[in-house]
């Protein structure tokens, strides 16, 4: 299993190479402001020719420093139960909107409110899960455990696109482990999320969205992330089958039913399975909820059925619980040290990930790639973090980039703010956007 659980880890995606693209990306970017911070100039000391062809540069910003209360520099123990303290800050978009553009809320046009309010929707949600009480033993710490005693529970999570797996996960994990999106799709990879508490240790996968045929079997011409999401399905210890209650209550899917139906048919004699109605905060007549519990209540292979709200909390707290009872005595798949730099590489990607999701519309964030290239501790504990994003057209960059540069050092700027909020250290966040290099024939 633990081979399995390694196997299926989404982190092979991330690269920490530091290959430099010979492409000239010329520099867009009007920064509003020049002053650097000394941290800033500790980055750009400590920083190669990349930066100086990044469209976005955090140290071409002046923010303000970030709190220095945890010890700038100190090794994150446990990074998640770190993050589970993580104060989210919600006027990030309005001093991007400062510094990008001098004064408050200019540039903000409909869409952006809109934009905006989703946004706070995800930080509350984030908030919320983030000051729940810490764990009574949470001091034992999670490496102190030995290794004969710890518990492991391998969760997958199965849905029709937009039912909330990846809100879930995050709410249920305490940090941003996956994009959330009003978009559909937007889990393009199996992100791991991982809760460790007292003895028990939970990893979840959110699988990407299943696309049913009419029969409730994948379309004949599934893509080969669909295809994986069908295979990965068995491996876990147990699976949460998922669906957006409110919608089914409206417009049933009669491709959800099935997918519902074919996975509830029988007791899996190895892998607990679970119905989670998702988004009842959204139902009004919560008698409803009763009505569609009813019509699912024949099927065996359910073990329990649950009823929460990923995204605003509800009922996540008692999911959490029967899951941490489900744990079988196996050591844990991830080492809490170990673990450390990669969460917060997964992290770094994700958050610059959303926020470009909240200001690209179209297509165009589905067709360019997106790659960590470098991250890098610095003396003064702050981290660099290089990202690059590839896109196949000229044009399609220049949307990304934005008129003036102000597209990307807008998600630049939103992104630096949180994950310096998240990390509890100044990040020098770099990002460059280019175009992909034709092959030669
Ligand atoms: N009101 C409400 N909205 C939710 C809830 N859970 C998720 N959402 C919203 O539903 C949309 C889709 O949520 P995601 O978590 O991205 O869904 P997903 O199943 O991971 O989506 P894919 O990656 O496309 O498969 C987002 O706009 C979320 O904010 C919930 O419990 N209540």
Same mark, same amino acid.
């Given at each position: ?55 976005? &540069? ?18 994150? =123990? ?20 400062? @510094? !990008? ?22 930080? !509350?949600? !984030?908030?919320?899960? @983030? ?5 009574? &033993? ?8 030995? +290794? ?16 909330? $797996? ?15 999106? =009003?978009?559909? &799709? ?12 007292? *003895?028990?240790? %939970? ?21 080969? =992330? ?13 699976? %949460? ?19 519902? +139906? ?7 004699? &190895?892998? +607990?399975? %679970?119905?989670?109605?998702? $988004?009842?905060?959204?139902?009004? #007549?919560?008698?409803? !909820?009763? *009505? ?19 995204? *605003? ?19 844990? #798949? ?75 050092? =807008? ?10 909020? %998240?990390?509890?250290? #100044? ?9 992909? +290099?034709?092959?030669?024939?």
């Amino acid at each position: 299993m633990r081979r399995i659980v390694r196997a299926l880890r989404p982190l092979q995606k991330l690269t920490s190479h530091t290959t430099q693209f010979p492409l000239p990306v010329h520099r867009l970017l009007s920064a509003s402001s020049s002053s650097s911070s000394s941290a800033s100039a500790a980055a750009s000391s400590d920083s190669d020719s990349a930066a100086h062809d990044a469209d976005f &540069n955090s140290a071409d910003f002046s923010l303000p420093p970030s709190d220095p209360s945890p010890a700038s520099g100190a090794p994150v =123990r446990n990074p998640l139960s770190a993050l589970c303290k993580v104060r989210f800050e919600p006027c990030l978009r309005a001093r991007a909107d400062e @510094a !990008l553009f001098g004064e408050k809320n200019a540039g903000m046009g409909v869409e952006d409110a809109v934009e905006e309010e989703r946004s706070r929707e995800v930080a !509350l949600a !984030l908030l919320e899960a @983030a000051l729940e009480p810490p764990d009574e &033993n949470e001091e034992e710490g999670p490496e102190e455990v030995r +290794k004969e005693d710890q518990m492991s529970l391998s969760v997958g999570i199965v849905g029709a696109p937009n039912a909330g $797996k990846s809100s879930l996960t995050n709410t249920a994990v305490g940090s941003k482990v996956a994009a959330v999106s =009003r978009k559909t &799709n937007t889990t393009t990879h199996e992100i791991l999320g991982v809760l460790t508490k007292g *003895k028990t240790q %939970i990893c979840f996968f959110d699988t990407p969205g299943l696309m049913l045929g009419h029969h409730g079997f994948p379309h004949r011409d599934v893509t080969v =992330r669909v295809e994986s999401a069908w295979t990965s399905v068995n491996l876990y210890d147990l699976l %949460i089958v998922m669906f957006d209650v409110n919608r089914h209550l409206k417009m049933p899917d009669s491709r959800v039913i099935k997918l519902i +139906k074919r996975l509830g048919a029988e007791v899996n004699p &190895n892998q +607990k399975r %679970i119905l989670c109605m998702n $988004k009842v905060d959204l139902v009004e #007549d919560k008698k409803d !909820l009763l *009505k569609v519990a009813k019509e699912f209540e024949d099927l065996p292979g359910f073990e329990r059925y649950f009823m929460v709200s990923g995204l *605003k909390g509800k009922g996540v707290k008692d999911l959490v619980q029967y899951l941490m009872d489900q744990a079988v005595r196996r050591s844990w #798949d991830e080492e809490p040290a170990t673990m450390t730099e990669e969460v917060m590489k997964t992290i770094s990607l994700e958050v610059v990930r959303e926020k470009m999701l909240d200001h690209i519309h179209q297509e165009i964030p589905y067709v360019i790639e997106h790659r960590l290239m470098d991250w890098k501790e610095l003396k003064d504990g702050s981290l660099r973090v290089e990202q690059h994003f590839i896109a196949p057209k000229q044009s399609q960059r220049q949307i990304l980039v934005g008129k003036n540069g102000s597209k990307i050092g =807008r998600i630049g700027i939103e992104a630096n703010e949180e994950l310096r909020s %998240i990390f509890k250290r #100044d990040v020098h966040l770099m990002l460059q956007v280019r175009v992909a +290099k034709k092959r030669s024939s």
